[in-house]
């Protein structure tokens, strides 16, 4: 089992940064990769960004240049650097592990909103 809790999210203006952080607790040894996604109203949820175990990142392209997933050491905790935010960012975020043993979980989400 593998616990994720999110924190960071909150009201920012268009064009301002937050720092999202995503802590991992349990069985984190058996994490292969981990990863962001978002909803927003009435939208599905997509992936913003993922990073594996070696470091290796991926980024939907809207977030391209503006989002930078990393973590401190040891896959926890992973972090979402937001900078230059949009409104259309605004989305509940959730943090996603992936195991080697084939499990996904997913963490309770922190809600990012971007004010114009």
């Known amino acids: 089992q593998v616990q994720l809790v999110e924190s960071g999210g909150g009201l920012v203006q268009a064009g301002g940064s937050l720092r999202l952080s995503c802590a991992a607790s349990?069985?984190?040894?058996?994490?292969?990769?981990m990863g962001w996604y978002r909803q927003a109203p009435g939208k599905q949820r997509e992936l913003v960004a993922t990073?594996?175990?070696?470091?290796?990142?991926n980024y939907v392209d809207s977030v391209k240049g503006r989002f930078t997933i990393s973590r401190d050491n040891a896959k926890n905790p992973v972090y979402l650097q937001m900078n230059s935010l949009k409104p259309e960012d605004t989305a509940v975020y959730y943090c996603?592990?992936?195991?080697?043993?084939?499990?996904?979980?997913w963490g309770q989400g922190t809600q990012v909103t971007v004010s114009s």
């Open positions: 996603n592990a992936h195991t080697k043993f084939g499990y996904v979980y």
């Open positions: 349990g069985s984190i040894f058996s994490i292969n990769a």
């Open positions: 990073i594996t175990s070696g470091g290796v990142t």
